[in-house]
């Protein structure tokens, strides 16, 4: 048995969406089709007006339809802190911290082996952007990977010479969950960033 | 913090998506933007063939945008076997069985708290299907919930005084995993319908 040709294109399209394989998208298909049209079209129309006039951020490089991303545009927001992130994903993961400084992203981190140096991730930007700016503090805020950590070394290196104050993100046990559950690295790093407890 | 208007919209309308919420469609959203662009264009574009131009097969009422589906259409399917479903997702799951006869889509089941009766599933339409075909069997495929034994059993009324074979699909257990996994209606079905083993 086949789906009808535009049924079957539809259901192959759906699967360009992360974590959707072919059975998710058949039932997206056909309950779009059977209980949503309307809904349908506009998530069409809302994915012609994204794809075609979002590109990013011309001051801290995340996706955004204006020249300057609601962050940026932002007046109320401490220009002395500047926040390094890998992808416009982490922008709002931080920002829903209460985090209220500033924000560059770069393009993933670095990977010498697929060819992505400083270059290919916009390290010579974040330079720009720290020259132009006034922060006093640099954060980075890179995936607690061994890339991400390469990253934020690599960068480290550049801005501490120039007098800038530059921190990394607390390693250490998440909130909730249990203790035995935690790796052995994120446990060694937890204790050594143990703090005093004071009354 | 916000995405911007249009990155807004799109997650919104992404919501729509059957068991799609905020976190999945902000992810779905962002990926498209930063990896697939084009492979969204074509969602975009299939999402708007699709929703404006598949109709309901004018012979057993599943989706497709040709006059007749795929499965109506095929000249070398058993004539004498109609299998009676509640959703066009059913006609794909149990073709996949190797089922080779015709099919009827009922409209859902019966529902009479929510003022869905015979009329508004379909019920006149099977009967004018079966009335013009020439079938020997009729297969009551409707889901084994509550509803859909009392739609199963309502069609059977009407179809075994016009001296069809009518059958459902059995009940049992199913394969794979535990026996003492499985609740206790199917169990009791399971014996029910034992069958003797014969060597």
Known sequence: ??????????????????????????????????????????????????????????????????????QCADPNRDDSLLCVVQAPMDVFAVDQTGFRGRYFVLKGHLSPLDGLGPEA?????????????????VILATNPTVEGEATAHYIAQLLIPKGLSVSRIAHGVPLGGELDLVDGGTLAHAFNGRKAITL
Chains 1, 2 share one sequence.
């Open 1 to 70: 048995m086949s789906f009808s040709p535009l049924i079957r294109q539809l259901i192959d399209a759906l699967r360009i969406l992360p974590g959707v394989g072919q059975k998710t998208a058949q039932r997206m298909a056909l309950q779009m089709l059977e209980r949503d049209r309307s809904g349908a079209l506009r998530l069409a129309h809302a994915l012609n007006e994204a794809m075609e006039r979002v590109g990013h951020c011309k001051r801290c490089r995340t996706l955004c339809e204006e020249e300057l991303c609601p």
């Open 121 to 137: 991730i916009g390290v010579p930007e974040l330079l720009a952007r720290i020259a132009e700016g006034a922060f006093s503090e």
